[in-house]
């Protein structure tokens, strides 16, 4: 009877730890699919006007499913072969897994993070290229505010639909209708903004 009980609690034990081993192998799956997914795409929206890939967009559609692992990206430096619009140089994966994590949550404090940051001295200039470009370990930074910001809010977050007809510049938008892809973002609502 004991040696059964034993191995009951032998075979639980090895069943919890292959257990455990499949999560962090799930996550890290994750982090690197996502960062794989983001190196494919070749067009990321500008302006608010629908342009952007298709893996761009499918992306955004996953919502807050591929949040964590868009976050996880944030300090991914991996360079893109996207050009930049009006700042120069190219993309690296974590600067579009911020701007996917942008379409998916719209008010993101972002100057609120950066003001944050004692050791950076352009406060008049409070935007996100000029902040993780500034010095590497920005990215970093970021990284941490945003994984503690949103699971702060994750669960404060509403849902605002999005029927906005956006005017397109590219001829090879790829979706049927003029609209947000996604058909809304997430906001975190004022009042709950507020009470900080």
């Not at 007809?165 to 004022?190: C, E, L, M």
């Amino acid at each position: 009877m004991k040696k059964m009980k034993f191995n009951c609690i032998i075979l639980s034990l090895l069943v919890f730890s292959c257990f455990c081993a499949f999560a962090q192998t799930t996550k890290i799956d994750c982090v690197k699919d996502c960062a794989r997914e983001i190196k494919r795409i070749t067009d990321v929206p500008y302006l608010p006007e629908l342009s952007g890939d298709s893996i761009y967009w499918n992306l955004v559609v996953q919502g807050k499913d591929i949040v964590p692992c868009l976050i996880s990206n944030l300090d991914n430096t991996t360079k893109t072969d996207i050009n930049i619009p009006n700042w120069g140089g190219v993309y690296c994966v974590g600067d579009i897994a911020f701007s996917i994590l942008d379409e998916i949550i719209h008010n993101i404090p972002i100057e609120d993070f950066i003001q944050k940051n004692k050791t950076y001295p352009k406060l008049e200039d409070l935007t996100y290229f000029s902040f993780v470009s500034f010095k590497k370990s920005n990215r970093r930074f970021l990284k941490k505010e945003m994984r503690n910001w949103y699971k702060e809010n994750k669960d404060k977050l509403e849902w605002v639909v999005d029927t906005t007809h956006y005017g397109r510049t590219s001829k090879d938008w790829f979706y049927p209708s003029d609209q947000n892809p996604a058909h809304g973002y997430y906001i975190v609502p004022a009042k709950v903004q507020n009470k900080k």
